[in-house]
Structures are given as structure tokens and as C-alpha cells.
């Protein structure tokens, strides 16, 4: 049994994601999140087997929740279920851990298809996004990425990138945890990005958690 937590802000969508899985035997729905946040708390107690999160909610977005969901229930599985046809979205999303992407408009048939290939643990990437996916092929190669970053920046970055959070990353280098959060900062500005979570999508596309 595929044990599944439904996450969208839209109560009507849910219903019908649940009317839609109650037609497959091997799938049970055991919660509900209309939220970011609410997703975490419901995957740390429930520990399901398949996430079906939306990108885009109120009140805290789908992207930041997938690496939260998977920190709290390594296990689960999560497929992507959102609006939006885009590579960054595509990208971001497998990168910081998603098994599968589906757009919500897909036919019931390929729907099914992607909840039941996730659920099982394989990768599902809609057909109307394949295309888009052989661009995340692409990467800069790890040696040649992130110029703009001084030495430091660059190790800095790529224990982040590796889940090492600023006390750790401090110990390692022999700095103090504000050293490294200025560090970090600065990295932000280079690479035009808001928060962590960002920094950490671009290190890994380029592989720098594995140089």
C-alpha cells in the first residue's frame, strides 16, 4: 500500500486527487497539507510513502518544503503536482530531492501513472517536460563553475552544498559561525540568489558536492 499525503492549497484540487486515487487499490491517502509548513509537520508524523506537493502556496512555497519533507521523512517519495511548465521549476525540484514532476492539467491515465511509478521509489518526469529536462544535462563541469567566488567562498559553498550547515562548516575551516555566515552572504549576492536553499540548487547542478 502506497501510503500518501496530499499537499495543495486548494481544498476543491485536493478532493479531486483523492477522488482520483480512491480508484486505485494500492494507494491509501493519509493526510492532507495546505502548506509549506503544514507539509513538514504532517510528513514528520504520518512518515508516508508518497508526497504530492504543489509548488506554488500561500504561506510558504513547495520547493523550500522538499528538502524540510525529506529531512523529516527520509523515506517518502515526493512528485511534484503544479502549474508551472518551466526548466527552473523542473530543475530546482529534482534537484533538492523530488522523484517526479507532473503538471496538474496531465490526463488522469498519465497521472496515475506518475503516482503509482514514485510511489514505488522510480523517477517520473511528465512527456511535456522532456524536453525541457535534457537541458538540465548541461551543467557548467564543477572545476570551471562559480568564477565570480573567491577560494574560500567556493568551499564555503560546496560544504553547503554537501548539507553541512554554518556551525559545522565553521569547525571545519577553523572559523568562527559569523566569519562564515558573512561568507555565506556574500556567495548570496554573487550568485543573485535570496536564501540557502537557492545556493544550494545552483552548487549541486554544478556538482559541486561531489568535486
Known amino acids: 500500500m502506497i501510503r500518501t499525503l ?22 491509501e491517502v493519509v493526510g492532507e ?3 509549506g509548513p503544514a507539509a513538514v509537520d504532517e510528513a514528520r ?23 524540510a519533507i525529506l529531512n523529516e521523512s527520509p523515506s ?45 521509489g522510480d523517477a517520473y518526469i511528465g512527456r511535456e517536460l522532456a ?8 551543467a557548467p563541469t564543477p572545476s570551471s563553475a562559480f568564477p565570480e ?10 560544504l553547503m552544498a554537501r548539507g553541512e550547515a554554518n556551525a559545522d562548516i565553521a569547525r571545519s575551516l577553523h572559523l568562527t559561525t559569523k566569519s562564515v ?3 555565506v552572504s556574500r556567495i548570496f549576492a554573487k550568485l543573485d540568489v535570496a536564501d540557502r536553499s537557492r545556493a544550494i540548487v545552483i552548487a549541486r547542478e554544478a556538482g559541486l558536492h561531489v568535486e
Do not use: C, W
Open 45 to 67: 508524523s504520518l512518515q508516508p510513502d508518497l508526497v504530492l506537493l504543489d509548488l506554488q502556496m500561500p504561506g510558504g512555497g513547495g520547493l523550500d518544503a522538499i528538502p
Open 33 to 35: 497539507a495546505d502548506s
Open 131 to 138: 524536453v525541457q529536462l535534457a537541458g538540465l544535462l548541461q
Open 149 to 158: 567566488l573567491t577560494e574560500r567562498e567556493r568551499t564555503i559553498l560546496q
Open 76 to 120: 517518502s517519495s515526493i512528485l511534484v503536482v503544479t502549474m508551472r511548465e518551466d526548466s527552473t521549476a523542473l530543475r530546482q525540484a529534482l534537484v533538492l530531492g523530488a522523484r517526479g514532476y507532473v503538471l496538474k492539467d496531465t490526463d488522469g491515465e498519465n497521472f496515475i501513472q506518475a503516482v503509482s511509478t514514485v510511489g514505488l
Open 6 to 27: 496530499l499537499v495543495d492549497d486548494h481544498a476543491l484540487f485536493r478532493r479531486g486527487v483523492r477522488a482520483l486515487l480512491a480508484t486505485m487499490p494500492d494507494v
Open 181 to 183: 555566515q558573512n561568507y
